[in-house]
Structure formats: C-alpha cells, structure tokens
C-alpha cells in the first residue's frame, strides 16, 4: 500500500510564503514523477508544479517566478516553496505522485495525497 501524506497549508497575507511538503510512504519499488495540483472552488483542478525524477520542474505559467518545486530523493518527498502568494492562490493543494509499487513494477499507478487548504488572505 501507497500512501501520499501532505502538509503545510494554512493562511497566510498576500505576499506571504508557505512550504508545502508531500511524502510517499509504503511498499514503493521507484518514483517517475512527484508533483501539485490545485482546485479553487468551482474551478477544475490544475497542474501548479512537477518534476519527473531526474529531470527538470515544470510550472504553470500563473505559478513561475513565485513557487519551486524540489525532491528529496531519499526521503521521497516532494516540497513546494510558495512566495509572493496571491490571493488567487487560494486553493485546495494536491500532492500527486506517479509510482512503481513493488507488488508491480512494471506499472505505473497514479496516487494523490488528501489535500491541504491554502488561503491567501488579509
């Protein structure tokens, strides 16, 4: 079994930081990619950030210049560093991870973390 735990949201003022972290748990054979979505209400949710292991962060164009995406390989972890938070921002944060379980390591299995609230806010 594969678990994705979140943490780190909270509130925070405009043009506040916050750092959210996502670590991958459990019976894991390897990580292709680690990465957060969002959803705002009434909104779908959208890709903010990835990184393929190994490979270079992909961002949303509404994110770059503000948020990093980092992995700690031997911790399975993944961090968002998110400053200059709008209050666009505010949104429910999903860890998403795509991994090799060791029961079966020729498939690749989606898994999503339970989401944590960001609010941007004065």
């Known amino acids: 079994q594969v678990q994705l735990v979140e943490s780190g949201g909270g509130l925070v003022q405009p043009e506040g930081s916050l750092r959210l972290s996502c670590a991958a748990s459990?019976?894991?054979?390897?990580?292709?990619?680690m990465g957060w979505y969002r959803q705002a209400p009434g909104k779908e949710r959208e890709l903010v950030a990835s990184i393929i292991s190994g490979g270079s962060p992909n961002y949303a164009d509404s994110v770059k210049g503000r948020f990093t995406i980092s992995r700690d390989y031997p911790k399975n972890t993944v961090y968002l560093q998110m400053n200059g938070l709008k209050p666009e921002d505010t949104a429910v944060y999903y860890c998403?991870?795509?991994?090799?379980?060791?029961?079966?390591?020729?498939?690749?299995?989606?898994?999503w973390g339970q989401g944590t609230q960001v609010t941007v806010s004065s």
């Open positions: 459990g019976s894991i054979f390897s990580i292709n990619a």
């Open positions: 998403n991870a795509h991994i090799r379980p060791r029961i079966r390591p020729g498939t690749v299995y989606v898994y």
